[in-house]
Protein backbone atom coordinates (compact mmCIF):
# COMPACT_ATOMS: atom_id res chain seq x y z
CA UNK A 1 0.00 0.00 0.00
CA UNK A 2 2.80 2.60 1.30
CA UNK A 3 4.54 1.67 -2.24
CA UNK A 4 1.41 1.84 -4.04
CA UNK A 5 1.25 5.58 -2.97
CA UNK A 6 4.42 6.05 -3.86
CA UNK A 7 4.74 5.14 -7.06
CA UNK A 8 1.38 7.44 -7.51
CA UNK A 9 3.26 10.36 -6.21
CA UNK A 10 6.06 10.28 -8.48
CA UNK A 11 3.94 9.04 -11.44
CA UNK A 12 2.15 11.98 -10.46
CA UNK A 13 5.24 14.71 -10.33
CA UNK A 14 6.48 13.06 -13.89
CA UNK A 15 3.40 13.64 -15.80
CA UNK A 16 3.81 17.10 -14.87
CA UNK A 17 7.36 17.04 -15.21
CA UNK A 18 6.38 16.13 -19.00
CA UNK A 19 4.07 18.71 -19.27
CA UNK A 20 6.22 21.28 -18.23
CA UNK A 21 9.57 20.35 -19.67
CA UNK A 22 8.82 18.72 -23.00
CA UNK A 23 8.03 22.18 -24.55
CA UNK A 24 11.88 23.58 -23.73
CA UNK A 25 13.35 20.51 -25.08
CA UNK A 26 11.09 20.85 -28.13
CA UNK A 27 12.37 24.16 -28.05
CA UNK A 28 16.25 23.61 -28.06
CA UNK A 29 15.79 20.71 -30.78
CA UNK A 30 13.72 22.14 -33.44
CA UNK A 31 16.56 25.20 -34.78
CA UNK A 32 18.42 21.75 -35.68
CA UNK A 33 15.61 20.79 -38.49
CA UNK A 34 14.51 21.77 -41.37
CA UNK A 35 10.90 22.78 -41.26
CA UNK A 36 10.47 19.35 -44.04
CA UNK A 37 12.37 16.83 -41.52
CA UNK A 38 10.04 18.97 -38.15
CA UNK A 39 6.98 17.67 -40.04
CA UNK A 40 8.41 14.05 -41.15
CA UNK A 41 11.13 13.60 -38.12
CA UNK A 42 10.12 12.52 -34.85
CA UNK A 43 9.70 15.41 -32.88
CA UNK A 44 11.98 15.32 -30.03
CA UNK A 45 14.99 14.35 -32.17
CA UNK A 46 18.47 15.96 -32.95
CA UNK A 47 19.29 17.11 -36.40
CA UNK A 48 22.54 18.98 -37.40
CA UNK A 49 24.37 21.70 -36.31
CA UNK A 50 24.73 23.12 -39.47
CA UNK A 51 21.13 23.76 -39.65
CA UNK A 52 20.89 25.80 -36.58
CA UNK A 53 23.49 28.14 -38.95
CA UNK A 54 21.57 27.71 -41.78
CA UNK A 55 18.44 29.36 -39.67
CA UNK A 56 20.88 31.77 -37.72
CA UNK A 57 21.61 33.02 -41.33
CA UNK A 58 17.90 33.43 -42.10
CA UNK A 59 16.83 34.73 -39.09
CA UNK A 60 19.69 37.70 -39.49
CA UNK A 61 18.84 38.34 -43.00
CA UNK A 62 15.37 39.25 -41.96
CA UNK A 63 14.54 42.57 -42.96
CA UNK A 64 18.52 43.62 -43.32
CA UNK A 65 19.45 42.39 -39.66
CA UNK A 66 16.37 43.71 -37.43
CA UNK A 67 16.54 40.76 -35.30
CA UNK A 68 19.79 41.78 -33.66
CA UNK A 69 18.33 45.33 -33.42
CA UNK A 70 15.74 43.88 -31.34
CA UNK A 71 18.23 42.07 -29.13
CA UNK A 72 19.45 45.58 -28.46
CA UNK A 73 16.34 47.04 -28.13
CA UNK A 74 15.75 44.79 -25.22
CA UNK A 75 18.95 45.33 -23.35
CA UNK A 76 18.75 48.88 -23.81
CA UNK A 77 15.60 49.41 -22.38
CA UNK A 78 15.52 46.76 -19.61
CA UNK A 79 19.28 47.74 -18.55
CA UNK A 80 18.86 51.53 -18.47
CA UNK A 81 15.32 51.11 -16.93
CA UNK A 82 16.78 48.62 -13.95
CA UNK A 83 19.45 51.05 -13.70
CA UNK A 84 16.92 53.96 -13.14
CA UNK A 85 15.08 51.54 -10.72
CA UNK A 86 18.68 50.41 -8.33
CA UNK A 87 19.10 53.91 -8.42
CA UNK A 88 15.39 55.61 -6.98
CA UNK A 89 14.14 52.60 -4.85
CA UNK A 90 17.24 51.44 -3.22
CA UNK A 91 16.68 55.05 -1.26
CA UNK A 92 12.82 54.98 -1.50
CA UNK A 93 12.92 51.58 0.26
CA UNK A 94 15.27 53.07 2.92
CA UNK A 95 13.86 56.12 3.52
CA UNK A 96 10.53 54.41 3.75
CA UNK A 97 11.67 52.45 6.29
CA UNK A 98 13.78 54.36 8.79
CA UNK A 99 12.57 58.02 7.89
CA UNK A 100 9.53 59.92 9.91
CA UNK A 101 8.01 61.94 7.33
CA UNK A 102 4.40 64.22 6.04
CA UNK A 103 3.33 61.34 3.66
CA UNK A 104 5.34 58.24 4.81
CA UNK A 105 1.82 56.27 5.33
CA UNK A 106 0.41 57.49 2.04
CA UNK A 107 3.37 56.89 -0.56
CA UNK A 108 4.07 53.37 1.26
CA UNK A 109 0.01 52.40 0.74
CA UNK A 110 0.43 53.56 -3.03
CA UNK A 111 3.63 51.63 -3.69
CA UNK A 112 1.82 48.19 -2.16
CA UNK A 113 -1.25 49.13 -4.48
CA UNK A 114 0.58 49.47 -7.58
CA UNK A 115 2.75 47.16 -6.74
CA UNK A 116 -0.20 44.23 -6.19
CA UNK A 117 -2.22 45.89 -9.37
CA UNK A 118 -1.48 43.77 -12.49
CA UNK A 119 1.53 46.02 -14.62
CA UNK A 120 -1.15 45.62 -17.40
CA UNK A 121 -3.89 47.17 -16.12
CA UNK A 122 -1.43 50.99 -16.35
CA UNK A 123 -0.60 50.25 -19.69
CA UNK A 124 -3.40 51.99 -21.70
CA UNK A 125 -3.87 55.12 -19.01
CA UNK A 126 0.18 55.62 -19.37
CA UNK A 127 -0.34 55.52 -23.46
CA UNK A 128 -3.32 58.24 -22.88
CA UNK A 129 -1.01 60.23 -20.89
CA UNK A 130 1.40 60.50 -22.61
CA UNK A 131 -0.20 60.60 -26.16
CA UNK A 132 -1.19 63.95 -24.78
CA UNK A 133 2.12 65.12 -23.58
CA UNK A 134 3.15 63.84 -27.56
CA UNK A 135 5.70 61.53 -26.38
CA UNK A 136 4.58 58.71 -28.26
CA UNK A 137 6.93 56.93 -30.22
CA UNK A 138 9.76 57.77 -28.73
CA UNK A 139 12.15 55.58 -26.76
CA UNK A 140 12.13 57.55 -23.43
CA UNK A 141 7.89 56.30 -23.26
CA UNK A 142 9.04 52.99 -22.62
CA UNK A 143 12.17 53.53 -20.46
CA UNK A 144 10.58 55.66 -17.94
CA UNK A 145 7.61 53.41 -17.29
CA UNK A 146 9.44 50.62 -16.64
CA UNK A 147 11.73 52.49 -14.86
CA UNK A 148 8.67 52.44 -12.29
CA UNK A 149 9.29 49.35 -10.19
CA UNK A 150 7.24 50.05 -6.51
CA UNK A 151 8.18 46.16 -5.99
CA UNK A 152 11.84 47.08 -6.08
CA UNK A 153 10.56 49.87 -3.43
CA UNK A 154 8.60 47.35 -1.47
CA UNK A 155 11.57 44.98 -1.44
CA UNK A 156 14.19 48.10 -0.46
CA UNK A 157 11.47 48.74 2.46
CA UNK A 158 11.13 44.95 3.75
CA UNK A 159 15.06 44.30 3.66
CA UNK A 160 15.71 48.04 5.84
CA UNK A 161 12.80 47.47 8.21
CA UNK A 162 13.59 43.96 8.90
CA UNK A 163 17.07 43.20 7.98
CA UNK A 164 19.21 46.09 9.13
CA UNK A 165 19.82 47.18 13.06
CA UNK A 166 18.87 50.17 13.70
CA UNK A 167 21.65 50.68 16.18
CA UNK A 168 24.09 50.39 13.73
CA UNK A 169 22.60 53.41 11.54
CA UNK A 170 22.44 55.34 14.72
CA UNK A 171 25.82 54.46 15.81
CA UNK A 172 26.71 56.22 12.76
CA UNK A 173 25.29 59.24 13.40
CA UNK A 174 26.51 59.68 16.96
CA UNK A 175 29.86 59.58 15.06
CA UNK A 176 28.60 62.41 13.48
CA UNK A 177 27.70 61.13 10.16
CA UNK A 178 25.12 62.99 8.42
CA UNK A 179 21.79 61.68 6.70
CA UNK A 180 23.73 61.14 3.61
CA UNK A 181 26.63 59.84 4.73
CA UNK A 182 25.18 57.35 6.77
CA UNK A 183 22.98 55.91 4.04
CA UNK A 184 26.46 55.94 1.51
CA UNK A 185 28.66 54.38 3.92
CA UNK A 186 26.72 52.17 6.49
CA UNK A 187 23.05 51.69 4.22
CA UNK A 188 23.68 51.24 1.25
CA UNK A 189 26.64 49.03 1.53
CA UNK A 190 24.35 46.30 3.18
CA UNK A 191 22.07 46.77 0.45
CA UNK A 192 23.76 43.96 -1.86
CA UNK A 193 21.80 41.14 -1.02
CA UNK A 194 18.48 43.12 -2.18
CA UNK A 195 20.45 44.67 -5.42
CA UNK A 196 20.63 41.44 -6.87
CA UNK A 197 16.93 40.80 -6.15
CA UNK A 198 15.56 44.01 -7.46
CA UNK A 199 18.15 43.84 -10.31
CA UNK A 200 16.42 40.09 -11.18
CA UNK A 201 12.80 41.27 -11.22
CA UNK A 202 13.33 44.59 -12.81
CA UNK A 203 15.67 43.00 -15.62
CA UNK A 204 12.43 40.06 -15.96
CA UNK A 205 9.75 41.79 -15.82
CA UNK A 206 11.14 44.64 -18.72
CA UNK A 207 12.24 41.97 -21.25
CA UNK A 208 9.05 40.02 -20.99
CA UNK A 209 6.84 43.56 -21.46
CA UNK A 210 5.16 43.02 -24.45
CA UNK A 211 2.21 45.46 -24.03
CA UNK A 212 3.66 48.50 -23.31
CA UNK A 213 6.35 48.48 -25.71
CA UNK A 214 3.49 47.21 -28.30
CA UNK A 215 1.32 50.29 -27.43
CA UNK A 216 4.07 52.37 -27.32
CA UNK A 217 5.96 52.66 -29.96
CA UNK A 218 5.52 52.59 -33.34
CA UNK A 219 8.48 52.31 -35.70
CA UNK A 220 9.49 48.12 -36.17
CA UNK A 221 13.21 49.44 -35.54
CA UNK A 222 12.30 50.94 -31.94
CA UNK A 223 10.52 47.10 -31.30
CA UNK A 224 12.41 45.25 -28.60
CA UNK A 225 12.35 41.58 -29.06
CA UNK A 226 9.10 40.65 -27.59
CA UNK A 227 7.45 42.52 -29.74
CA UNK A 228 9.84 42.07 -32.38
CA UNK A 229 8.54 37.96 -32.20
CA UNK A 230 4.78 39.34 -33.40
CA UNK A 231 6.42 40.88 -36.13
CA UNK A 232 8.58 37.80 -37.44
CA UNK A 233 5.19 36.00 -36.34
CA UNK A 234 3.13 37.67 -39.00
CA UNK A 235 5.64 37.54 -41.74
CA UNK A 236 5.97 33.95 -41.92
CA UNK A 237 3.75 31.39 -42.98
CA UNK A 238 4.29 28.94 -40.34
CA UNK A 239 0.77 28.54 -39.12
CA UNK A 240 -0.88 29.94 -42.47
CA UNK A 241 -0.36 27.38 -45.42
CA UNK A 242 -2.79 29.65 -47.02
CA UNK A 243 -0.28 32.63 -46.86
CA UNK A 244 1.49 30.17 -49.27
CA UNK A 245 4.35 31.60 -51.12
CA UNK A 246 5.48 34.33 -48.21
CA UNK A 247 7.86 32.61 -46.30
CA UNK A 248 10.05 32.03 -49.55
CA UNK A 249 10.87 35.54 -49.76
CA UNK A 250 11.71 36.18 -46.04
CA UNK A 251 13.02 32.72 -45.81
CA UNK A 252 11.21 32.64 -41.78
CA UNK A 253 9.61 28.99 -41.17
CA UNK A 254 9.33 27.07 -38.06
CA UNK A 255 13.00 26.38 -37.15
CA UNK A 256 13.79 30.53 -37.68
CA UNK A 257 11.04 30.99 -35.83
CA UNK A 258 12.11 28.83 -33.03
CA UNK A 259 15.37 29.94 -32.88
CA UNK A 260 14.21 33.72 -32.84
CA UNK A 261 12.10 32.20 -29.56
CA UNK A 262 14.82 30.35 -28.01
CA UNK A 263 17.65 33.00 -28.35
CA UNK A 264 14.90 35.93 -26.83
CA UNK A 265 14.71 33.96 -23.91
CA UNK A 266 18.91 33.25 -22.87
CA UNK A 267 19.39 35.98 -20.78
CA UNK A 268 16.38 35.77 -18.98
CA UNK A 269 17.22 32.03 -18.60
CA UNK A 270 20.95 33.27 -17.85
CA UNK A 271 20.01 35.41 -15.29
CA UNK A 272 17.17 32.86 -13.69
CA UNK A 273 19.68 29.65 -13.42
CA UNK A 274 21.90 32.52 -11.28
CA UNK A 275 19.65 33.37 -9.02
CA UNK A 276 17.34 30.59 -8.77
CA UNK A 277 18.71 29.42 -5.05
CA UNK A 278 19.15 33.11 -3.89
CA UNK A 279 15.75 33.96 -5.26
CA UNK A 280 13.48 31.39 -3.65
CA UNK A 281 15.51 32.28 -0.51
CA UNK A 282 15.13 36.10 -0.73
CA UNK A 283 11.59 35.74 -2.12
CA UNK A 284 10.25 34.39 0.83
CA UNK A 285 12.47 35.91 3.26
CA UNK A 286 11.23 39.53 2.03
CA UNK A 287 7.58 38.43 1.26
CA UNK A 288 6.74 36.39 4.65
CA UNK A 289 5.40 38.83 7.58
CA UNK A 290 8.00 38.82 10.06
CA UNK B 1 12.70 62.94 3.58
CA UNK B 2 15.20 63.56 0.88
CA UNK B 3 15.62 59.97 -0.12
CA UNK B 4 12.43 59.15 -1.52
CA UNK B 5 12.53 62.61 -3.83
CA UNK B 6 13.90 60.39 -7.17
CA UNK B 7 11.61 57.82 -6.63
CA UNK B 8 8.13 60.48 -6.23
CA UNK B 9 7.99 61.62 -9.92
CA UNK B 10 7.88 57.78 -11.37
CA UNK B 11 5.19 56.74 -8.55
CA UNK B 12 3.10 60.08 -9.49
CA UNK B 13 4.49 60.22 -13.07
CA UNK B 14 3.54 56.62 -14.35
CA UNK B 15 1.42 55.49 -11.44
CA UNK B 16 -1.17 57.68 -10.04
CA UNK B 17 -1.12 60.68 -12.96
CA UNK B 18 -2.22 57.83 -15.43
CA UNK B 19 -5.00 56.65 -13.52
CA UNK B 20 -6.44 59.89 -12.44
CA UNK B 21 -5.86 61.29 -16.50
CA UNK B 22 -7.81 57.92 -17.84
CA UNK B 23 -10.73 58.30 -15.07
CA UNK B 24 -10.56 61.90 -16.46
CA UNK B 25 -10.81 60.55 -20.51
CA UNK B 26 -13.81 58.00 -19.21
CA UNK B 27 -15.77 60.55 -17.34
CA UNK B 28 -16.25 63.47 -20.07
CA UNK B 29 -16.80 64.14 -23.44
CA UNK B 30 -13.98 63.98 -26.66
CA UNK B 31 -11.82 66.82 -27.41
CA UNK B 32 -11.99 68.13 -23.84
CA UNK B 33 -15.83 68.76 -23.55
CA UNK B 34 -17.43 68.59 -20.22
CA UNK B 35 -18.51 65.86 -18.09
CA UNK B 36 -20.48 62.95 -19.34
CA UNK B 37 -21.15 60.95 -16.32
CA UNK B 38 -21.20 57.14 -17.24
CA UNK B 39 -22.61 58.03 -20.55
CA UNK B 40 -19.01 57.01 -22.05
CA UNK B 41 -19.38 53.12 -20.12
CA UNK B 42 -22.74 53.13 -21.42
CA UNK B 43 -21.50 53.42 -24.76
CA UNK B 44 -19.04 50.60 -24.60
CA UNK B 45 -21.26 48.30 -22.57
CA UNK B 46 -24.28 48.44 -25.74
CA UNK B 47 -21.01 47.84 -27.72
CA UNK B 48 -21.31 44.26 -30.00
CA UNK B 49 -17.86 43.29 -28.73
CA UNK B 50 -18.13 44.32 -24.65
CA UNK B 51 -19.61 41.54 -23.56
CA UNK B 52 -17.96 38.39 -25.59
CA UNK B 53 -14.92 40.12 -24.52
CA UNK B 54 -15.56 40.03 -20.89
CA UNK B 55 -16.95 36.80 -20.83
CA UNK B 56 -13.80 35.75 -22.52
CA UNK B 57 -11.39 36.72 -19.93
CA UNK B 58 -13.94 35.57 -16.85
CA UNK B 59 -14.06 31.86 -18.46
CA UNK B 60 -10.41 31.98 -19.44
CA UNK B 61 -9.51 33.20 -15.79
CA UNK B 62 -12.29 30.64 -14.33
CA UNK B 63 -9.90 28.12 -15.58
CA UNK B 64 -6.79 29.29 -15.36
CA UNK B 65 -7.85 29.73 -11.42
CA UNK B 66 -9.49 26.60 -10.70
CA UNK B 67 -6.37 24.90 -12.21
CA UNK B 68 -3.90 26.54 -9.93
CA UNK B 69 -5.96 26.13 -6.92
CA UNK B 70 -6.02 22.19 -7.29
CA UNK B 71 -2.83 21.71 -9.20
CA UNK B 72 -0.45 23.93 -7.44
CA UNK B 73 -1.86 23.39 -4.25
CA UNK B 74 -1.46 19.68 -4.44
CA UNK B 75 1.95 19.21 -6.43
CA UNK B 76 3.24 21.88 -2.89
CA UNK B 77 1.80 19.43 -0.77
CA UNK B 78 3.58 16.22 -2.95
CA UNK B 79 6.72 17.95 -2.79
CA UNK B 80 6.07 18.43 0.97
CA UNK B 81 5.16 15.31 1.81
CA UNK B 82 8.86 14.05 0.89
CA UNK B 83 11.13 16.00 0.80
CA UNK B 84 14.20 15.03 -0.85
CA UNK B 85 16.87 15.73 -3.77
CA UNK B 86 13.76 14.60 -5.75
CA UNK B 87 11.18 16.71 -4.78
CA UNK B 88 14.01 19.68 -5.31
CA UNK B 89 14.65 18.31 -8.60
CA UNK B 90 11.38 18.46 -9.10
CA UNK B 91 10.66 22.08 -8.42
CA UNK B 92 13.59 23.33 -10.36
CA UNK B 93 11.99 21.79 -13.40
CA UNK B 94 8.48 23.32 -12.68
CA UNK B 95 10.02 26.41 -12.37
CA UNK B 96 12.00 26.25 -15.70
CA UNK B 97 9.27 27.27 -18.29
CA UNK B 98 8.96 30.84 -16.05
CA UNK B 99 11.88 32.05 -18.05
CA UNK B 100 9.89 32.01 -21.17
CA UNK B 101 6.83 34.76 -20.46
CA UNK B 102 5.72 36.82 -23.26
CA UNK B 103 5.48 36.44 -26.41
CA UNK B 104 8.34 34.00 -26.13
CA UNK B 105 5.94 31.09 -24.40
CA UNK B 106 3.12 31.59 -26.75
CA UNK B 107 5.00 30.90 -29.75
CA UNK B 108 6.28 27.76 -28.03
CA UNK B 109 2.74 26.73 -27.18
CA UNK B 110 1.70 27.75 -31.10
CA UNK B 111 3.92 25.27 -32.18
CA UNK B 112 3.15 22.46 -29.14
CA UNK B 113 -0.92 23.06 -30.61
CA UNK B 114 0.22 22.47 -34.37
CA UNK B 115 -0.47 18.65 -34.46
CA UNK B 116 2.38 19.00 -37.67
CA UNK B 117 5.04 19.52 -35.36
CA UNK B 118 3.88 18.88 -31.94
CA UNK B 119 5.52 16.27 -29.13
CA UNK B 120 2.07 15.76 -28.16
CA UNK B 121 0.34 15.31 -31.33
CA UNK B 122 -0.16 11.43 -30.37
CA UNK B 123 -2.72 12.76 -27.73
CA UNK B 124 -4.00 15.45 -29.77
CA UNK B 125 -5.22 13.15 -32.29
CA UNK B 126 -5.82 10.09 -30.23
CA UNK B 127 -7.69 11.92 -26.76
CA UNK B 128 -8.83 15.73 -28.76
CA UNK B 129 -9.40 14.05 -32.35
CA UNK B 130 -7.43 17.24 -33.60
CA UNK B 131 -5.95 17.14 -37.07
CA UNK B 132 -5.19 20.32 -37.68
CA UNK B 133 -4.09 23.66 -36.05
CA UNK B 134 -7.13 26.11 -36.89
CA UNK B 135 -8.94 23.07 -34.52
CA UNK B 136 -6.50 23.21 -32.00
CA UNK B 137 -6.98 27.12 -31.66
CA UNK B 138 -10.88 26.95 -32.24
CA UNK B 139 -12.84 29.35 -30.81
CA UNK B 140 -14.25 27.05 -27.67
CA UNK B 141 -10.33 25.71 -27.00
CA UNK B 142 -9.06 29.34 -26.78
CA UNK B 143 -10.04 29.83 -22.86
CA UNK B 144 -8.58 26.40 -22.19
CA UNK B 145 -4.89 26.83 -24.65
CA UNK B 146 -4.86 30.61 -22.47
CA UNK B 147 -5.33 28.89 -19.24
CA UNK B 148 -2.66 26.23 -20.25
CA UNK B 149 0.08 28.60 -21.55
CA UNK B 150 -0.63 31.04 -18.12
CA UNK B 151 -0.04 27.69 -15.87
CA UNK B 152 2.57 26.29 -17.68
CA UNK B 153 4.84 29.69 -17.57
CA UNK B 154 3.48 30.52 -13.58
CA UNK B 155 2.97 27.76 -12.05
CA UNK B 156 6.45 26.60 -10.92
CA UNK B 157 6.83 29.84 -9.34
CA UNK B 158 3.79 29.70 -7.15
CA UNK B 159 4.55 25.94 -6.64
CA UNK B 160 7.84 27.36 -4.94
CA UNK B 161 6.07 29.83 -3.05
CA UNK B 162 3.72 27.43 -1.62
CA UNK B 163 6.46 24.88 -0.58
CA UNK B 164 7.93 28.03 0.83
CA UNK B 165 4.94 28.89 2.99
CA UNK B 166 5.01 24.95 3.68
CA UNK B 167 8.21 25.03 4.99
CA UNK B 168 6.79 27.64 7.77
CA UNK B 169 4.86 24.81 9.65
CA UNK B 170 6.75 23.95 12.32
CA UNK B 171 8.07 19.91 12.59
CA UNK B 172 6.78 19.53 15.85
CA UNK B 173 3.34 20.51 14.96
CA UNK B 174 3.50 17.60 11.57
CA UNK B 175 5.70 15.28 14.01
CA UNK B 176 3.00 15.61 16.77
CA UNK B 177 -0.11 14.78 14.18
CA UNK B 178 1.88 11.86 13.10
CA UNK B 179 2.34 10.38 16.26
CA UNK B 180 -1.35 10.68 16.97
CA UNK B 181 -1.80 8.44 13.85
CA UNK B 182 -2.77 10.44 11.28
CA UNK B 183 -1.24 9.38 7.65
CA UNK B 184 0.60 11.78 5.19
CA UNK B 185 -2.64 12.55 3.21
CA UNK B 186 -4.11 13.63 6.53
CA UNK B 187 -1.60 15.56 7.77
CA UNK B 188 -1.42 17.43 4.20
CA UNK B 189 -5.13 18.23 4.41
CA UNK B 190 -6.44 18.24 7.76
CA UNK B 191 -2.98 20.35 8.77
CA UNK B 192 -0.77 21.99 6.16
CA UNK B 193 -3.45 22.75 3.77
CA UNK B 194 -5.11 25.51 6.45
CA UNK B 195 -2.23 26.86 7.50
CA UNK B 196 -1.00 27.72 3.80
CA UNK B 197 -4.64 29.28 3.36
CA UNK B 198 -3.39 33.09 3.03
CA UNK B 199 -1.40 32.18 0.46
CA UNK B 200 -3.99 30.58 -1.52
CA UNK B 201 -6.46 33.53 -1.49
CA UNK B 202 -2.78 35.91 -2.14
CA UNK B 203 -2.53 33.20 -5.30
CA UNK B 204 -6.76 33.48 -6.09
CA UNK B 205 -7.08 37.26 -5.94
CA UNK B 206 -3.60 38.17 -7.63
CA UNK B 207 -4.34 35.88 -10.65
CA UNK B 208 -7.46 36.65 -10.86
CA UNK B 209 -6.53 40.24 -11.51
CA UNK B 210 -3.79 39.44 -13.31
CA UNK B 211 -6.24 37.00 -16.00
CA UNK B 212 -8.31 39.56 -16.67
CA UNK B 213 -5.79 41.67 -18.42
CA UNK B 214 -4.78 39.15 -21.02
CA UNK B 215 -3.30 41.04 -23.80
CA UNK B 216 -0.39 39.46 -25.31
CA UNK B 217 -1.36 35.70 -26.09
CA UNK B 218 -5.12 36.59 -28.13
CA UNK B 219 -3.30 39.06 -29.72
CA UNK B 220 -0.61 36.39 -30.98
CA UNK B 221 -3.28 34.25 -32.04
CA UNK B 222 -5.13 36.34 -33.74
CA UNK B 223 -2.30 37.72 -35.74
CA UNK B 224 -1.02 33.66 -35.87
CA UNK B 225 -4.70 33.10 -37.41
CA UNK B 226 -5.08 35.13 -39.95
CA UNK B 227 -7.89 37.68 -38.13
CA UNK B 228 -9.66 33.89 -37.58
CA UNK B 229 -9.61 34.78 -34.13
CA UNK B 230 -11.02 38.30 -33.13
CA UNK B 231 -8.38 40.69 -32.36
CA UNK B 232 -11.36 42.23 -29.90
CA UNK B 233 -10.99 38.66 -27.84
CA UNK B 234 -10.30 40.01 -24.52
CA UNK B 235 -10.93 43.54 -22.97
CA UNK B 236 -7.69 44.70 -22.97
CA UNK B 237 -7.61 44.13 -26.52
CA UNK B 238 -11.15 45.73 -27.12
CA UNK B 239 -9.97 48.87 -24.98
CA UNK B 240 -6.37 48.76 -27.48
CA UNK B 241 -8.60 48.76 -30.36
CA UNK B 242 -10.95 51.45 -29.29
CA UNK B 243 -7.34 53.38 -28.96
CA UNK B 244 -6.02 52.59 -31.48
CA UNK B 245 -8.06 51.80 -34.86
CA UNK B 246 -10.94 54.05 -33.85
CA UNK B 247 -9.07 56.46 -31.61
CA UNK B 248 -11.75 56.78 -29.49
CA UNK B 249 -9.76 57.77 -26.51
CA UNK B 250 -12.63 58.25 -24.15
CA UNK B 251 -14.72 55.50 -24.62
CA UNK B 252 -11.03 53.01 -24.36
CA UNK B 253 -10.57 54.68 -21.23
CA UNK B 254 -14.04 53.88 -19.87
CA UNK B 255 -12.95 50.12 -20.59
CA UNK B 256 -9.29 50.41 -18.87
CA UNK B 257 -11.12 52.02 -16.25
CA UNK B 258 -13.36 48.74 -15.65
CA UNK B 259 -10.33 46.81 -15.89
CA UNK B 260 -8.17 49.14 -13.31
CA UNK B 261 -11.12 49.33 -11.03
CA UNK B 262 -10.71 44.97 -10.94
CA UNK B 263 -7.31 45.50 -10.72
CA UNK B 264 -7.49 48.23 -7.43
CA UNK B 265 -10.03 46.02 -5.83
CA UNK B 266 -8.13 43.06 -5.73
CA UNK B 267 -4.91 44.84 -4.90
CA UNK B 268 -7.17 46.21 -1.61
CA UNK B 269 -8.81 43.05 -1.06
CA UNK B 270 -5.02 41.66 -0.76
CA UNK B 271 -3.92 43.85 1.62
CA UNK B 272 -6.23 44.02 3.91
CA UNK B 273 -8.10 40.81 3.92
CA UNK B 274 -5.09 38.16 3.69
CA UNK B 275 -2.90 39.62 5.86
CA UNK B 276 0.62 39.15 4.21
CA UNK B 277 1.46 42.69 4.27
CA UNK B 278 0.11 43.96 7.16
CA UNK B 279 3.08 45.35 9.31
CA UNK B 280 3.50 46.62 12.92
CA UNK B 281 3.87 50.17 11.92
Not at chain 1, 142 to 164: D, H, M
Not at chain 2, 53 to 70: C, D, K, M, R, S
Given at each position: ???????????????????????????????????????????????????????????????????????????????SATAIV?????????????????????????????????????????????????????????????????????????????????????????????????????????????VALVFF????????????????????????IQVGLS???????????????????????????????????????????????????????????? | ?????????????????????????????????????????????????????????????????????????????????????????????????????????????????????????????????????????????????????????????????????????????????????????????????????????????????????????????????????????????????????????????????????????????????????????
Amino acid sequence: MRIAARGLRLVILAAFAVFFVVPILWLILTPTKSDARLVTGSPLSFGSFHQIVLAWDHLDAFSSHIYRLWIGNSLLYALSATAIVLATAIPAGYGLALGNFPGRRLVLTLTLVVMIMPAAALVLPIFLELNLLHLIGNVFSVILPFAFFPFGVYLAYIYYSTAVPTDLLDAARVDGAGEWQTFRHVALPLAKPIVALVFFFSFVADWNNFFLPYALLANSNQYPIQVGLSDLLSSTPSFNPAQGGGGQQVNIFRPELALATLIAVIPVAIVFLLSQRALVRGVLAGAVKQ
Amino acid sequence: MPFILLYLPFLIGFGVAPMIYALDLAFTNENGGGWNGFGNFAHTFEDYRFLPAFEHILLYTGIWLVALIVFVTGLALLLHGRANRVSSGFRFLFYLPGALAGAASVLVWLFMLDPAVSPFSFLMHHVFGIQLFVQSIAPGHLPFVFAMIAFWTGAGGWIVVMYGALNTIPRELEEAALIDGAGPVMVALRLKLPLIRRWIAYMVILSFATGTQLFVEPQLVNEASLGLVPDTWSSNQFAYQLAFRYGDFNTAAAVSVDLLVIGLLAAVLIVTRTGLFRRGD
